[in-house]
């Protein structure tokens, strides 16, 4: 399917940019055009894309595109928690737990902070998000024990995704 004047984003990336357009909507923010294509973009890569990965595809849509507009949007989208920033990568990846959360989530409420835990493949560069609530709750149980009100809570792992530790064992073997 084809985003008017975007890509040919698939169906699951359509599905989820309705969604975010949707909850944006609900919660009195919107998902301009620009914040929808580089949300696409982000959510149709299998890896984290870098803020400058991101303008590099965003040209071939809007030639004009600058920095600034890219920083603008990601900002938007990180603070409505529909992506993450990986620390370690410098890049940002979709957030796939936040439309799905919305009133039957008592965790976020619980801790007032968007949390997330992520696996990342040192070999492929893959990211799996994980959505651990017995971690979150831990580590935010000790900040609040510390007098720190959390208002995020990223875990990021580094080693090796389970493909690449089979590859590495056909190819020891």
Same mark, same amino acid.
């Given at each position: 399917?084809?985003?008017?004047?975007?890509?040919?984003?698939?169906?699951?990336?359509?599905?989820?940019?309705?969604?975010?357009?949707?909850?944006?909507?609900?919660?009195?923010?919107?998902?301009?055009?620009?914040?929808?294509?580089?949300?696409?973009?982000?959510?149709?890569?299998?890896?984290?894309?870098?803020?400058?990965?991101?303008?590099?595809? =965003?040209?071939?849509?809007?030639?004009? /595109? #600058?920095?600034?507009?890219?920083? +603008?949007?990601?900002? *938007?989208?990180? %603070?409505?928690?529909?992506?993450?920033?990986?620390?370690?990568?410098?890049?940002?990846?979709?957030?796939?737990?936040?439309?799905?959360?919305?009133?039957?989530?008592?965790?976020?409420?619980?801790?007032?902070?968007?949390?997330?835990?992520?696996?990342?493949?040192?070999?492929?560069?893959?990211?799996?998000? =994980?959505?651990?609530?017995?971690?979150? /709750? #831990?580590?935010?149980?000790?900040? +609040?024990?510390?007098? *720190?009100?959390? %208002?995020?809570?990223?875990?990021?792992?580094?080693?090796?995704?389970?493909?690449?530790?089979?590859?590495?064992?056909?190819?020891?073997?």
């Amino acid at each position: 399917m084809e985003e008017p004047g975007g890509p040919a984003f698939s169906r699951d990336v359509m599905a989820r940019l309705e969604e975010a357009t949707c909850w944006c909507r609900h919660h009195g923010q919107k998902l301009t055009p620009v914040r929808r294509l580089v949300l696409g973009l982000v959510l149709s890569e299998t890896r984290p894309l870098g803020a400058y990965d991101i303008l590099s595809l =965003l040209r071939a849509y809007q030639p004009r /595109a #600058v920095p600034p507009t890219v920083y +603008r949007a990601l900002d *938007f989208l990180l %603070e409505q928690g529909l992506i993450h920033r990986i620390e370690r990568l410098s890049a940002f990846v979709g957030c796939h737990h936040r439309l799905d959360c919305e009133e039957h989530c008592t965790s976020h409420g619980a801790w007032g902070a968007h949390r997330a835990q992520f696996l990342i493949c040192r070999s492929c560069g893959q990211v799996q998000e =994980l959505e651990q609530d017995v971690v979150a /709750a #831990v580590l935010l149980q000790s900040a +609040r024990g510390q007098g *720190f009100r959390a %208002e995020a809570a990223t875990v990021e792992i580094e080693g090796v995704c389970a493909c690449c530790a089979g590859e590495r064992k056909v190819r020891e073997n």
